[in-house]
């Protein structure tokens, strides 16, 4: 019974799962071209150091963790602006010409652990190109850190430690899960689209 039940349901909706088929093909296709062939995550962990104690950092406990949020995000911020991005792919060697804006904002993702630590996610094309980037981004960080350290009137700055970066390669299996996500979503869409349909026919 359930059976013909299904039987009637994919007679009667094949535009539907055409279209649902259709999707996921695309949103498959689209998730191989625009990734890389190897996803890294690269920790970064913000140590406050201190040559004179601040009046305001006496009892440190609650401003140093303060301290340290805010300062993870302005790394989050330097990752999405151009100088930097350009600046990380200059010290690692590797050209990067994108077209926009809007793909050097792209280009990392990251995210807060902690207060003190932040995740950095990228894409490499090879595993040597991983860690070339990996790299870069310390050394980068670290220089704008001194940078700050020098123009700090408060005697107070932070130092950036990189961890090892985790590399991992790019599946068949990764693109299938993008392709049925896409394949359930242009499915639902394409039932509720069909059912309006037919509602205000």
Known sequence: MEYKKMEQFLRGNKNVLIFAAAVGILTGFFYWWTNANFNVSLALTNVRVTQVQPLDYNYDSYYALKASDEFSSIISGWLKTPEIVGAIFKKAGLDYSPSSFSDF??????????????????????????EKISWAIGETIAQKNQALAEISKQGLNFSTLAGEPVILKNSFWDILEKALMGFFAGLIFGLFFESARKYFK
């Open 105 to 130: 904002s792209g280009r990392f993702k990251t995210v807060k652990v902690s207060t003190n630590v932040l995740e950095i996610r990228f894409g490499a094309d090879s595993k040597n190109e991983a």
